[in-house]
């Protein structure tokens, strides 16, 4: 089992930044990949970002240049550094974790205003 706790999520001008954190718990050491999944209301979840144990990153085309994940660190928590935030980044973001299984948190708001 793996546990993930999201935080740093909240209401942001367009052009800022925020930095979501996700904590990983439990069974880490049969992660194989992590990501960042965003959904927005009246829309499916999407892929934002992900991260494989050997550190290869993929992006969403629409937040490539603007956006970073990193693998989780010595406190067991991985982030997601959003810069150049855009109105249409908001949505509620939800971190993820493989090992065979796949977790989910619980999920942290992200709004962007104009």
């Known amino acids: 089992q793996v546990q993930l706790v999201e935080s740093g999520g909240g209401l942001v001008q367009a052009g800022g930044s925020l930095r979501l954190s996700c904590g990983v718990s439990?069974?880490?050491?049969?992660?194989?990949?992590m990501g960042w999944y965003r959904q927005a209301p009246g829309k499916q979840r999407e892929l934002v970002a992900s991260?494989?144990?050997?550190?290869?990153?993929h992006y969403a085309d629409s937040v490539k240049g603007r956006f970073t994940i990193s693998s989780f660190d010595i406190k067991n928590t991985m982030y997601l550094q959003m810069n150049s935030l855009k109105p249409e980044d908001t949505a509620v973001y939800y971190c993820?974790?493989?090992?065979?299984?796949?977790?989910w948190g619980q999920g942290t708001q992200v709004t962007v205003s104009s």
């Open positions: 993820n974790a493989q090992s065979g299984d796949e977790y």
């Open positions: 439990g069974s880490i050491f049969g992660i194989v990949a």
């Open positions: 991260i494989t144990g050997g550190g290869r990153c």
